[in-house]
């Protein structure tokens, strides 16, 4: 089955941790997103990329990073330096770039700061 | 920046009812998609509309596109309890790249 793997489900980190979220997709998508969830609010974009080798800011990026080595995957890195990282964070990719078309998402990650 | 309004936050209603949600934005938009949350889980696409004034259908869910590509709605008839989620909207403005989520329609159903 084609889709989009998040891990962990779950993930429980102290103060100070930094902590990696996992995304891989088998869709051979070329872009790929991660975006926060927060209750009562939509979807914000923290970064995305569009090819291998190449990601973007998006518009709550600070606290966050990144990498794109390979088409299947793009994982998120929680750092230290965001102050508030509690959240539902989601990954998705989509066939064509941002805005194009249809995003598909993984089931997320639940991440709780202790 | 863009953004992208969506109202009401919550509703209510009795199972059989009709249900609509509203979404505007304060760019043009080049298109905009519809997406449904069920409790505890991720996004469905459900739609993408790119044409002025676009209707399109699917079941009971009905989709519009405001002729001048700032509006949309959601209209579900008779809502059963599998309608029951958070839906989206979410818009591309004209001549941007990037995808804006408005914070969405909590829809509960009343057996």
């Known amino acids: 089955d084609g889709g989009i793997t998040q891990s962990p489900k779950y993930l429980f980190r102290k103060e100070g941790q930094n902590v990696t979220l996992s995304c891989e997709q088998n869709?051979?998508?070329?872009?790929m997103y991660w975006y926060r969830q927060d209750p009562g609010q939509g979807l914000r974009l923290i970064y995305y990329?569009?090819?291998?080798?190449?990601?973007q800011k998006g518009d709550i990026a600070e606290g966050y990073s990144v990498s794109r080595e390979k088409k299947e995957s793009f994982p998120l890195t929680v750092t230290s330096a965001q102050k508030n990282p509690t959240a539902f964070y989601l990954c998705?990719?989509?066939?064509?770039?941002?805005?194009?078309?249809?995003?598909?998402f993984g089931e997320g990650s639940r991440l709780t700061v202790l | 920046g863009q953004q992208v309004m969506q109202i009401p936050q919550y509703q209510h209603v009795q199972e059989g009812e009709d249900f609509t949600t509203y979404c505007n934005s304060s760019?043009?938009?080049?298109?905009i998609q519809w997406y449904k949350q069920r409790p505890g889980g991720h996004p469905v696409f459900l739609i993408q509309?790119?044409?002025?004034?676009e209707v399109k259908k699917q079941k009971r869910l009905t989709f519009q596109f405001g002729e001048a590509k700032k509006n949309s709605s959601l209209h579900i008839t008779a809502t059963q309890t599998t309608d029951v989620g958070t839906y989206f909207c979410a818009g591309t403005g004209a001549g941007s790249y990037q995808l804006t989520f408005g914070k969405g329609t909590k829809l509960s159903v009343i057996p």
């Open positions: 509309l790119v044409k002025s004034g």
């Open positions: 990329s569009q090819i291998v080798n190449d990601f």
């Open positions: 760019t043009t938009l080049s298109n």
């Open positions: 998705a990719s989509s066939l064509g770039g941002t805005g194009a078309g249809e995003l598909f």
């Open positions: 869709l051979n998508h070329d872009a």
